[in-house]
């Protein structure tokens, strides 16, 4: 987001710093430095140096403190960073004191996500989403762009005739332009949303069912999309890889289809106004008629990122869904049967454990996912005529066929059948069949 306040298109050596104001709080603050790094990996810029540190109290002006703000400068300048990368969020006036302190960029955890977003918006809603929260993330930091100007009362004699320096009248210029685009961007999402709204009132009469995949992002939720429906999803080992939901649609061992949607994926400390800009997206893990939760089992902090996800998912009305949790990367602990009945314990044995990469416990999962949809088919024994051969074809389409057999001019059928298509086939039961 360095555009929106006229920073350098690309900063390259970035020094990254975390303050946490409980004692017991230093591992987890080290373990969101160690994740913020792979969010700025993420943007190409370099790392030269981190340093996370225990604040007795929050300072309005500096968050940390004044003596530590000139610290953390010094060595900013020391180790030749260009530009200082905080994990807690900042107020503009936070930022903008760091800034003439240590003379050079300053930016947060919020900034560094936006600027990804950015970086990943593919469709016109993902962008206008991207856009909406950029600006209203910018809109309290316009002063700094302007601060350079002269704000000089000047004419008149002074008093009560004085004028606004030029300064002054730009930034209300542009706050003025900044809430007309945040109002157009707000309008033609709706209109997106309206679309897209329509598009699930579709799904929904068709009477297919609806997973959604959630989780932490990069636990592998894109991957088991493309195993589960054979497709071509972007898959990258970078944060934030998907941004805009993907639908394809499977078919289950007993014939039922399925809809799979790929969804964000979470992080820690995610900004609410992000939840906010992306919810027409993550409305999808809402509609759902249950979700498929999957965890990189590897990861060390697995329990808080599966917190993390529970928590979003909670906020945005959808914690009550039925989840199947599905710990991925499980080749990964084989070399450590600690660990892993460590997990296995915390999720009471009910997790299945799977391996997209080797391909391993796929079987079970789509299993489970039948299991979930048990009471929406229904076996049918059936006798269509020939001469529909319309019915015999809705089967193949929305149906499985189990037996098939002729007698006379009818077909004799054995099928599995969702049951928003049941009362279509029942006309054609056949009463004679075991």
Not at 136 to 144: F, G, M, N, S, T
């Amino acid at each position: 987001m360095f555009d929106v306040r006229e920073k350098p298109l690309m900063v390259e050596r970035a020094l990254l710093v975390g303050a946490y104001f409980d004692r017991n709080d230093e591992d987890v603050a080290n373990s969101l430095i160690e994740e913020l790094a792979e969010l700025v990996s993420t943007l190409g810029i370099g790392i030269v140096g981190s340093k996370c540190f225990f604040v007795r109290q929050r300072n309005q002006r500096y968050l940390t403190g004044s003596g530590k703000c000139e610290e953390i400068a010094e060595y900013a300048g020391e180790i030749k960073a260009d530009c200082i990368i905080f994990d807690n969020e900042l107020s503009p006036m936070q930022q903008r004191t760091w800034e003439e302190e240590g003379n050079m960029t300053v930016i947060d955890r919020e900034e560094v996500i936006l600027d990804i977003f950015k970086m990943r918006a593919r469709t016109k809603e993902a962008a206008l989403q991207v856009e909406l929260a950029r600006m209203q993330y910018a809109l309290p930091r316009l002063a700094k762009m302007w601060g350079h100007l002269d704000r000089q009362r000047g004419g008149g004699g002074g008093g009560k005739g004085a004028t606004r320096g030029d300064g002054e009248q730009q930034i209300e210029v542009d706050r003025r332009l900044a809430r007309k685009k945040i109002g157009r961007i707000k309008t033609e999402l709706e209109d997106v949303r309206r679309n897209r709204e329509t598009q699930r009132k579709q799904r929904v009469e068709e009477g297919v069912p609806h997973a959604s995949i959630v989780g932490y992002t990069n636990a592998g939720k894109s991957s088991l999309l493309n195993l589960l429906a054979e497709s071509e999803v972007l898959v990258e080992n970078k944060l934030f890889a998907t941004l805009d939901p993907t639908t394809r649609r499977i078919e289950l061992p007993d014939g039922q289809p399925l809809l799979l949607t790929d969804t964000v994926g979470f992080v820690r400390n995610l900004p609410h106004r992000l939840i906010e800009a992306f919810k027409a997206t993550l409305e999808e893990a809402i509609i759902a008629d249950f979700l498929i939760h999957v965890l990189d089992a590897s990861a060390p902090e697995v329990f808080a990122f599966y917190d993390t996800t529970v928590s979003v998912l909670e906020e945005l009305g959808a914690g009550d869904k039925q989840t199947i949790i599905v710990l991925n990367k499980i080749d990964l602990l084989k070399d450590n049967p600690d660990r892993l009945h460590e997990i296995r314990s915390y999720f009471d044995g009910k997790a299945l454990e799977i391996s997209i990469l080797e391909k391993k416990g796929i079987e079970p999962l789509v299993n489970k996912l039948s299991d979930m949809l048990v009471d929406r088919i229904s076996r049918m024994n059936l006798r269509i005529p020939q001469s529909r051969q319309d019915m015999v074809a809705l089967l193949h389409r929305e149906g499985k066929i189990v037996t098939e057999d002729y007698e006379g001019n009818d077909v004799l059928l054995t099928a599995i059948v969702g049951n928003g298509h049941k009362h279509l086939f029942e006309p054609f039961l056949n009463a004679e069949a075991k």
